[in-house]
């Protein structure tokens, strides 16, 4: 099957594979996604491998990885390394990431709950906001996260 040339313009690009034409424009200044040609009035245009590669990177992304994680699996993808599962290493790391968040957010909505707690609508004054005002006054400052751990 000769390859089709591109003929999607930014606006149906993001139709077919439900992604903004905004993050079409970033996942290019990302390198996600080759800058196709343009027509003689400079649109661009996208041919259907185009929207595939970004209905992949969606998919990736709705599984909350990071544009890194996103690379890594179309650099595998494009070198044809499907026989040697490496795949298998982003995905653990990302798997390992989110159970890290997971216990990260119980420990969230334990405190979330524990604040609601202090709150049953009555009397005159919110016992949210005093409970905030109190946390702010004894909690000690959080660590910045080292650099290069934000998962994005």
Do not use: K
């Not at 099957?1 to 439900?18: E, F, K, N, T, V």
């Not at 179309?74 to 290493?89: P, R």
């Not at 995905?91 to 119980?106: G, K, N, Q, Y």
């Amino acid at each position: 099957m000769p390859a089709q040339s591109p003929h999607h313009c930014i606006g149906d690009a993001a139709r077919l594979s439900g992604v903004s034409a905004a993050n079409i424009r970033y996942y290019e200044r990302e390198g996600l996604l080759a800058q196709g040609p343009r027509t003689a009035s400079s649109y661009r245009l996208y041919g259907d491998a185009d929207v595939h590669r970004l209905r992949f990177v969606r998919l990736c992304r709705a599984m909350d990885m990071s544009l890194d994680e996103v690379r890594v699996l179309l650099a595998l993808d494009a070198h044809g390394a499907h026989s040697h599962h490496a795949a298998c290493a982003t995905l653990d790391e990302h798997l390992s990431h989110v159970r890290t968040r997971l216990r990260e957010l119980r420990v969230l909505e334990r405190a979330l709950r524990d604040l609601r707690g202090r709150c049953d609508g009555t009397g005159r004054e919110c016992h949210v906001i005093e409970a905030l005002h109190e946390r702010a006054d004894t909690e000690p400052v959080p660590a910045p996260l080292p650099v290069g751990r934000r998962h994005v």
